[in-house]
């Protein structure tokens, strides 16, 4: 599972690195993973401070902070 939440991880960054920001909803349509992967290594890449998460009603802007 670990490693599952590696590479969803690398899927995000490498989709925000394209987009700089989106809406939870987009990035979890736009790299066709299960929800719960992509809030897990959300959760990593937040953790680690390469996201910013804001919350926008009932979804989230991801964005990518790419001076990490």
Do not use: C, F
């Amino acid at each position: 599972m670990i490693t599952e939440i590696g590479i969803v991880a690398g899927d995000i960054w490498h989709y925000l690195d394209q987009h700089t920001e989106a809406m939870l909803s987009e990035i979890t349509t736009g790299i066709d993973k299960p929800r719960d992967n992509v809030m897990m290594s959300l959760g990593w890449l937040a953790r680690e401070g390469h996201v910013i998460l804001q919350q926008a009603g009932s979804d989230y802007k991801v964005t990518l902070r790419k001076n990490v």
